[in-house]
């Protein structure tokens, strides 16, 4: 009861629009404070959260993505993408997927990659015939690439408190995200193709070819980063320290880091770092709560007594996680849930690493969902496009997404594949 009592107490909070890390800190507090517990050890349970060296990777990704959104790099990608694309019919459409599989190598939060995209891509689109609201929701959807696909932040974390390979994770999220990115191809696909009016110009090849010299140095960082962590030459927390001199230098080259944009950089990475730190120390507390009331025991023996299948019991758990997921921001999402699912699931043979991948993508679908949606907020604010508006450009998209989350649950293999291959 009392540990329904917090939940019930999370949720209020939630509703009333209390910020996420205060709104689970709160009924924690008060819970401890009513069972007698001391605040040093509420200090001491929510500073261990954070306290772990796979964690130092996610300041570092977010300072590369922010410097990579300052330092034009997206708009290069963009341009290169157009150019390359735009004679094909709905080649915008492409060239809006094709931007993100490129950004994600850098991004690694859907938040970021939306905010960049939505003010650069949604116009392009729209300006060249596009409907509004495929055009928005189009954005939406690609933008769940980046914390997917390798270097994702979500993954950091998850591999942190799940105790698994970090370097394995990421490898294992390769072919889920382009099989994503595959999903959202075949949609614009099947909706452009009785519409030649999509269809763009042919662009020149010395156009061409400086559009790809000046996209060449953005698409040296997946090389770096992904093969330097695959080949074990970098830890993922080196791998980000690498990145960001390498971004770093790319945009000194560029001329883009004057003493403002610095300063700019530097307060949206701390912000953003400090957020994600206090959701997760907030997190760790409410789990120490729900430990102590045993409610992990509890959950695994309720799904053992409805199925013992993996693939049923991964269908029943997606199934919540995409419910969470529209309430609870996904670094805390991950925090709450993984301690008391991931027993359950390895108990009856599912890969830690299968169901970490299977886990993302489900809080990533709840990014795209009311109430909470954050990436429909972030996208209509970067637009200026009621949310409502977004939801329903957005709507469609979940079907191709929700078809690949279907895949992978079915077919662990495409998961567990490149993990195995380069015995991670």
Known sequence: MSAVLVIVGILALLLLRVPIAFAILGPCLAY???????????????????????LLAVPLFILLGVVANHTGIADRLFAFARLLLGRVRGGLGYVNIGVSVGFSWISGTALADVAGMGKMIVPAMTKAGYPRRFSLGLTAATSLISPIMPPSIPAIVYASVAAVSTAALFAAAVVPALLVAGGLT??????????????????????LAG???????????????????????????????????????????????????????GVETVTT????????????????????????????????????????????????????GTVLEPI????????????????????????????????????????????????????????????????????????????????PDLVLFLPGLLDL
């Open 273 to 324: 770092a400090a957020s994600i730190a206090v959701i997760l120390a907030a997190s760790g507390l409410l789990g120490w709560v729900l430990a102590r009331e045993q409610v992990p025991q509890r959950v695994a023996s309720f799904l053992l007594g409805l199925t013992d299948h993996p693939a049923v019991l991964l269908l029943l758990v997606s199934a919540v996680l995409i419910l969470i």
């Open 332 to 411: 805390a999402a991950l925090v709450i849930t993984v301690p008391v699912l991931l027993p359950v699931a390895v108990q009856l043979g599912i890969d830690p690493v299968h169901f970490g991948v299977v886990t993302i993508i489900c809080l990533m679908i709840g990014l795209l969902t009311p109430p909470i949606g954050g990436v429909l907020f972030v996208l209509g604010s970067a637009t200026r496009t009621p949310m409502h508006e977004v939801f329903r450009g957005t709507a469609p998209f979940l079907v191709p997404l929700v078809a690949v989350l279907l895949l992978l649950i079915l077919t």
């Open 186 to 207: 075949l949609a614009v696909y099947l909706w452009t193709r009785d519409k030649p009016e999509l269809s763009g110009e042919r662009a020149g090849r010395g156009e």
């Open 211 to 265: 559009a790809a010299l000046r996209a060449l140095g953005p698409l040296g960082a997946p090389a770096l980063l992904l093969g330097g962590i695959l080949s074990g030459l970098f830890t993922p927390t080196e791998a980000a320290a690498v990145g960001v001199a390498y971004v770093l230098v790319l945009g000194l080259c560029y001329r883009r880091l004057t003493p403002r944009a610095l300063w700019r950089i």
């Open 32 to 54: 401890m404070a009513v069972g007698g517990q001391s605040t040093g050890l509420s200090l001491r349970t929510a500073a261990q959260e954070v306290n772990s060296f796979p």
